[in-house]
């Protein structure tokens, strides 16, 4: 517990040094979740997920594996429906290399079909934003204590202008017990190039979160969650979730976060079958809803 706490302190003099940056913020992406399962329960796990979007989230949950997670290499695709037609596509992978995971992951998301307008009336054309991330990570275990470091390049165009920069997140998982998990991470502390003059400042964030896992039943187990994330951008994100499992095949979920204005509820489920993992998730907004799919293998 005692180097956990160390890790703790470490990260949070990082991230107060990075967190004091100024400008408009950039790459809203980075906040916008990346995984069925993670969105099913209102992101209350990214602290603490064991899937290869912690080189995302919390790069120290690279070295994990769930129940259903196995030891092999895996992989990721999820795809992701967004309000105005906005799409969000991700590709990640996790394998070992000696006593190190290594886990790696390109995001991508387009808004299509932007009008341009010189006065009001009919657009005069239309255009698309884009915005491109790739992540590279590595995590170790020491004991009950996890610690994960990674670099991330991003770009992100709107019209014809453009921006690039890189950033880095790190984070560290605790294990109280064989069903008590702890997580702190935090990421987006990097730069990027200005935009049309105006300075971009990266979504940084601070991320806490905890999980509980408990059997219910012979083939019945569930887990809960509990997280809490703010961005450099202001406001604190609290979120909980659920996880049911039965005989670790079919998966319900759900979860809430407050201080949200664009989410609250969400729901999903999953099938874990031999090497293949799919999840869904639902996520109902004020004017619209978010769907997402997640296809994963386990070798």
Do not use: W
């Amino acid at each position: 517990m005692k180097s956990f706490l160390i890790a703790l302190a470490t990260i949070a003099v990082v991230y107060s040094n990075a967190y004091s940056q100024a400008g408009s913020a950039g790459f809203l992406i980075l906040r916008m979740g990346f995984s069925a399962k993670d969105l099913s329960l209102a992101s209350s796990a990214d602290a603490v997920t064991d899937e290869p979007v912690a080189v995302f989230l919390n790069p120290a949950g690279l070295s994990s594996a769930g129940r259903d997670a196995g030891t092999g290499p895996s992989f990721v695709l999820t795809h992701r429906t967004y309000v105005a037609g906005t799409t969000i596509d991700l590709f990640g992978t996790r394998f070992q290399a000696g006593g190190t995971s290594i886990g790696a992951g390109l995001l991508l998301s387009s808004v299509p079909d932007i009008e341009v307008r010189n006065v009001p009336g009919d657009p005069i054309a239309t255009f698309s934003a884009k915005d491109f991330s790739f992540a590279l990570g590595a995590a170790r275990k020491f004991d009950r204590l996890d610690i994960g470091i990674s670099a991330m390049y991003l770009y992100e165009k709107l019209f014809i202008y453009e921006s690039s920069g890189y950033a880095f997140n790190a984070g560290a998982n605790y294990s109280l017990s064989d069903n008590v998990r702890l997580g702190m991470a935090v990421g987006n502390l990097g730069t990027s190039s200005a935009m049309i003059q105006q300075k971009i400042t990266l979504p940084a964030f601070i991320r806490l979160g905890a999980s509980y896992s408990t059997k219910v039943g012979n083939d019945l187990s569930a887990t809960g969650y509990a997280g809490l994330v703010t961005y450099k951008s202001g406001g604190i994100t609290p979120s909980v979730g659920a996880d049911v499992s039965f005989d670790s095949l079919i998966h319900l979920r759900a979860g809430y976060a407050t201080g949200n204005d664009i989410t609250g509820v969400s729901f999903g489920a999953g099938v874990h079958y031999g090497i293949f993992l799919f999840d869904y998730s639902y996520v109902p907004m004020k004017l619209d809803y978010s769907q997402t799919f997640t296809l994963s293998f386990i070798l």
